[in-house]
């Protein structure tokens, strides 16, 4: 397509072009219809530079996934709205989710420094789990530490061990009640 001419160009003749990879056909929808995309998200997000953040992604995606105009449907510019609403409510939950992220973590109290005995004690034990892990046989010591020293699901320990889901919770629920056992009687 002639870039001198280009400004004639329909809106979906110009998609059709961004499927092939011309820039100069992805510039001109940008001049087009980047402010509009910019003052509809900034009403959303409420603030300019987010705006552009979501105008960005929004022709980003118009380049990827371009055969997802449809003519028929609508206008380019309503296509391009489309996928900045959206965009723009991912934006908002984002930044809700944060913030409440944020705001719980400010609430949780801070992590008091432990006392020495209580980390000479906990390493005693550390010691003793360890050494009772090594009396376990080979197939539940590894099920028991990829699931709760890996923090791995049933499922991923299963995957991991190439082992059936079922055969590795009964490995577990017995490498446990074998390390109880143990430790009951170092009196842990």
């Known amino acids: ?7 004639n160009v329909a809106d979906p003749d110009l998609v059709a072009a961004v499927g092939r990879d011309d820039d100069a056909a992805m510039a001109e929808l940008m001049r ?3 402010a509009p995309v910019v003052a509809f998200a900034r009403r959303l997000v409420g603030d ?8 960005q ?3 980003v ?8 105009y449809d003519p028929a449907a609508g206008s380019v510019r309503a296509f391009l709205l489309a996928i900045t609403h959206g965009r723009t409510l991912d934006v908002v939950r984002s930044d809700q989710a944060r913030a409440r992220r944020e705001e719980r973590d400010a609430r ?3 992590v ?3 006392e020495p ?7 005693s034990a550390g010691a003793t789990l360890r050494r009772a892990l090594l009396h376990l046989p080979d197939a539940e010591r590894a099920a028991v530490e990829l699931a709760y020293f890996g923090g791995h699901s049933y499922r991923k320990v299963a995957t991991m061990l190439g082992e059936p889901e079922g055969t590795v919770k009964s490995r577990i629920r017995s490498g446990l009640a074998r390390l109880r056992d143990a430790l009951a009687a170092q009196d842990l």
């Open 61 to 68: 995606r118009l380049w990827e996934k371009w055969d997802r």
């Open 57 to 59: 992604d929004v022709f």
């Open 117 to 123: 005995d209580a980390v000479v004690i906990a390493t």
């Open 32 to 34: 087009r219809h980047r």
């Open 48 to 55: 300019h530079a987010r705006a552009e953040e979501v105008s």
């Open 1 to 7: 397509m002639p870039s001198e001419d280009i400004t």
């Open 112 to 114: 008091p420094v432990p």
């Open 108 to 110: 949780r109290p801070s």
